[in-house]
């Protein structure tokens, strides 16, 4: 059997390279792994999924509940209890149970052979810019799951088109938006009407208990979206302009894409949210990365079909939507049962496995990263996620949005 190929990482002196620089490319920073919830998954009950059950509320369903006279006369007489049992109403309880279970990703880089450090250029500060790359990667992937995993958990889909109740909802529990058939409507701009009319309903619903902070004494909302949507939120339209013109003027002299609070949500900005385009009839998530050779190797750059795409997901974020369950490391389960645990938040590890053919001194090496997380369901009634247009204008301050 042939040997695995093995990757030059580093680069040896060919012609001349500038020294003491070498620069590395970064990845912007997003709001949502320091906005999701972290957890140990419990140990010793297997690979079966696990049911979490949640008590419902109760209370009066009637608009006005009907309260009896006090009147004991007569009845002593063919009345169980007498006068000391009027009638009474009957409370109901109830409980929701979800399932959750665990989902792993490996992750592993080519295989290079340390003889190959001999020779290379400015060997410490290329090994660095390697391990800078390693950990953005395995950040961009937690990014990723967290962004789908809330989207799955979260009880609403709301598509901001032409519904007659302000945007058409989608069925309660759905994963995503597969079920909505978009080449039938117009999708439009997400829109602080269609946030209020979503905010007064989940603080009626109790979300306020987990809000952001609180300005005025009223909960303020988290709203997760695009640079472009936010702007749009806030300049679309000119009664609102002028609110912010003369009760709040370095609003309208802000950087573009600035957050901040408004109208009762905190608006955090994600720079390369979910997009998509309407595909087969159904909304269709294109990625913001895509990938091309370079000098040596490979290198990924944004994606312009990402970066064009028309249609976009924002979100209502909830702290207690879900939580992201992660395994504890097994570490010396038993005196005789010892080995290097792994750490599923796939921290790197260097792997020199020995081989009789193909690695017999164990100088062929490579990096994994395990990953291995349950997202447990809290409250899910609690998180929105909107599908909308994305409208952008490079070359006016007012956006406006192109018909569909």
Known sequence: MACDPVTEYVVSESNRLLP???????????????LTERGEYPEGIGYDPITVMTA????????NPTWTDVNITGLEDNVEGGACLPPAEIMKFGTTKRIFNLQEKVIKTPKFCAV??????????????????????????????????????CSWKVVADEGANCGTTLTEGVEDFDSYDCSQHTIGMLTQGLLDRWSLRLLRDGAGRNAEGIVAGIPQ????TDP???EGIFMTNGDRRNDLRFGEPSKLLAAFGTGGAYKGF??????????????????????????????QGFKVDMNPTWENATLGVSFIHNR????????????????????????????????????????????????????????????????????????????????????S
């Not at 003491?20 to 320091?34: D, H, K, L, Q, V």
């Not at 900005?269 to 091309?292: A, H, M, Q, W």
């Not at 010892?338 to 164990?362: H, R, S």
Request: glycine content about 4%.
């Open 20 to 34: 003491g620089e070498i620069y590395s490319r970064t990845f912007p920073e997003s709001p949502w792994m320091s």
């Open 56 to 63: 419902e509320r109760s209370a009066p369903t009637d608009a």
């Open 116 to 153: 190959s450090l001999f020779p290379a250029f400015q060997l410490g500060m290329q090994l660095d810019r390697i391990w800078d790359n390693m950990a953005l990667y395995a950040r961009i992937l937690w990014e990723l799951r967290d962004r789908y995993e809330y989207l799955r958990i």
């Open 221 to 224: 909302l988290t709203l997760i």
């Open 228 to 230: 472009e949507t936010s």
């Open 266 to 295: 905190f608006h955090l900005l994600d720079l390369t949210t979910i997009r998509g385009e309407c595909s087969n009839r159904k909304f269709t998530p294109v990625p913001p990365y895509v990938i091309s050779t370079t000098s």
């Open 320 to 403: 207690r939507v879900l939580k992201q369950l992660i395994p504890r490391p097994i570490v010396a389960p038993h005196p005789q049962f010892q080995f290097n645990p792994v750490n599923y938040t796939a921290t790197w590890k260097a792997m020199n496995i020995l081989d009789e053919d193909c690695n017999p001194e164990g100088t062929i090496i490579h990096f994994r990263g395990h990953m291995m997380s349950g997202s447990m369901p809290e409250h899910p009634q609690y998180g929105v996620a909107f599908l909308h247009r994305i409208c952008k204008s490079p070359c006016q301050r007012v956006i406006e949005c192109p018909a």
